[in-house]
Structures are given as C-alpha cells and as structure tokens.
C-alpha cells in the first residue's frame, strides 16, 4: 500500500457570525452600541416622522417668529425654538429627516448596485469587457462629484429622483473599482478554482461563492459612503440647488437659518447638529463592522462581549 496520502481539501471561507454573537459583540462596542441606537431613531423618524407631526411641522405662527429655545410658553413643539415664520423646529427636523434619509439611501442603493455588478463582470469576465467598464468609471471620476452635480441639477428641476440619480451616479465608481479589485483576488483562492473543475456555471461562482466573501467589505463601504452622500446633498441643498420649498431637508434648513446666525442660531444649529450626529454615528457603525465582519480582528470584539458578559 502506498504510504502517499491525498491532500487535505482547503478550508472553507470562515462562516459569518452569528446574530446573536453579533449582538454580544456589538454590546461590547459602546460606541458603536449608542450609533446604532441614534440611528435606529433617525430611521423611525424618517418613517413616523411625518405622519405624526406632519401638520405641526407646517404650521406658521408669526407670534413665535425666531422664538429662542428650551423655553416652553408655546408648548413643548417649540423646545428647540421657532423658524423665521414661526414653524416649530423639532418637528421641522424630525419631518426632514425623511427625505433627508430618502435621497442618501435611495443614492447609496442604486450607486451600490449598479456598481457591484459593474465590478463582478469587471473582475470575472474577458479583458475587453473589464476594459470598457474601467474606462466607463474613469470618465466618471474625471469629474469632480459635487461639480458634475451642480451641473446637472442647474439644468434639471431639483427634486428628490433628482438629486438621488445624480448623486448615485457620481458614488457608482467607488463600488465598481473595490469590487473589481476583490473579485480579481478572491477567483484565485482555491474553493473559487475547485468549484470551476467541478463545472459550476459562471453564474453560481459569482453569486454563490465570490460574492459573499466581498460582501462585507462592500457593505462597510456603503455604511461610510451614506454618511458622505448625505453631507453632499446637505451641500447642493445650502447651495439652493437641492431640494426646494415646500420640501425640506437638515440641509436646506441649515441653508435658510444661514441669515440668521447672529440673530437666531438655533435656526441652523440643530439641523446642523442632526447632521454631525447621524454621520458620526455612521463613521462608528462603519468601523465596528470593519472590525467585525473580518474574520482577523473580530476576536477583539468578542472578548470584550465575554467579559463583559
């Protein structure tokens, strides 16, 4: 008998967490524990925002012009103070935080999407195509983002499709470039080569088996570009070229208590501050979710949930 012995097959790619080891870990970052907290109700105001204080939101009282804050003569609407037409803030913000939250998921959806499968036939095809496609991406980074969509918004009408189709164009080569590079070395790994000697048809590699493993370092992008389309469109929107009256968002009403810094900060200030506290929670969910979906590092997280625990 020959003492030659087959080879071990390679290891599987290792398995993602589970959700409740996701949640231990999780628990261990506070920091990332409170940003998912703050998001959660960003997102409940997003939704339910305007269907409970849609009306408030609207209403003008010319008695409560500039009203300053933390003061509760007019009821408890008017806690964060009263716009130039006497429109409470809180519900203005919380209002807002629907298409404000509308246009930089709509923009990060569509841009990961058509970026994703862009970089997977760019990163598994023949050469020409991948050519066509990385030449498709150069052309759209030649142009600066915030540039090309003042552009195309000064010759379209602002709107919400608008501004989402714009901005998810300018974020569409982030996607297809990471994903491309991943793919180019994730095909080359051995399950990858295993799974073409075993015949699997084009379709199943891609879906079944490259793009799992790249999926999580797409989705820590997604999660950090969020935070980078909702302060551009924060941007067009102080700008006057976003979203118009009678719609609103944190950025066109930073852009309209602009005139009112020396008289009446608070007018800017707290959609200025709703701003700076969902992105930095997003930068927080972001690197816990780098650490975490990396089968590397991901032993630092679950120690700290099992002393914690």
């Known amino acids: 008998m020959s003492d030659i012995t087959a080879p071990a097959p390679a290891a599987p790619n290792p398995a ?12 261990a970052d506070k920091f990332a524990t409170a940003a998912v907290v703050f998001l959660g109700i960003v997102v409940l105001c997003a939704i339910f925002g305007p269907l409970v204080l849609g009306d408030a939101a ?11 804050p933390f003061s509760l003569e007019r009821g408890w609407l008017y806690i964060l103070g009263g716009d130039a037409l006497g429109r409470p803030l809180l ?17 990060v959806a569509a841009s990961f999407v058509i970026g994703a499968a862009l970089g997977l036939i760019a990163g598994y095809s023949r050469r ?23 552009i195309v918004l000064y010759v379209l009408a602002p709107s919400v499709l608008n501004l989402v189709l714009v ?13 491309r590079a991943e793919v180019l070395e994730v ?18 590699i ?76 997003l930068n927080l969910l972001s690197s816990w979710m780098r650490i975490a979906l990396d089968p590397t590092q991901r032993w630092r997280l679950e120690l700290g949930g099992r002393v914690n625990g």
């Open 16 to 27: 993602p967490p589970a959700k409740s080891s996701l949640l231990r870990m999780l628990w």
């Open 58 to 68: 609207g209403a003008q009282n010319l008695r409560a012009r500039n009203a300053p």
């Open 91 to 107: 519900p203005r913000i919380v209002v807002a935080a629907q298409n404000t939250i509308a246009i930089a998921a709509g923009a």
């Open 128 to 150: 020409i195509w991948s050519e066509v496609i990385m030449r498709l991406a150069d052309v759209i980074m030649s142009f600066p983002s915030l540039l090309l969509a003042v």
């Open 167 to 179: 901005l998810a164009i300018t974020r569409i080569p982030i996607y297809l470039r990471t994903t």
């Open 187 to 204: 095909r080359e790994r051995m399950f990858v080569q295993a799974a073409q000697v075993l015949g699997a048809s084009t379709f199943r």
């Open 206 to 281: 891609v879906f079944r088996h490259i793009l799992p493993v790249i999926l999580p370092t797409l989705l820590t992008i997604a999660t950090l570009d969020f935070a980078f389309v909702m302060l551009a469109e924060s941007a067009l929107s102080f700008l006057g070229i976003g979203i118009q009256p009678p719609e609103i968002t944190w950025g066109l009403m930073v852009s309209q208590g602009r005139q009112y810094l020396t008289s009446a900060w608070w007018l800017a200030f707290w959609p200025g501050l709703a701003i700076i506290l969902t992105t930095m929670s």
